[in-house]
């Protein structure tokens, strides 16, 4: 969902992300709408049930910002 979000609100740039780069995967960042299922992505994570829009929308504004330079 991350990666489909942040190339729909940039649809004129190429968008590459990278979910792990030099290091280990700490933890699953899943949607806030399966927070409550009992499923091992929700449980193991250390992330609350808002840390996948709040990533999203951070990284909105810095690539919006770094756009408009």
């Known amino acids: 969902q991350f990666q489909r979000d942040l190339r729909a609100q940039f649809p004129n740039h190429t968008v590459v992300v990278m979910n792990l780069a030099n290091g280990a995967a700490m ?3 899943y949607p806030p709408e ?3 299922d009992d499923i091992y992505q929700v449980w193991v994570s250390p992330f609350e049930r808002d840390a ?10 810095k690539i919006t910002e770094r756009l408009n330079r």
């Not at 829009?53 to 504004?61: D, K, R």
């Open 27 to 29: 933890a699953y960042i």
């Open 34 to 36: 399966i927070a409550d």
């Open 52 to 61: 996948l829009p709040i990533l999203t929308q951070t990284c909105i504004q």
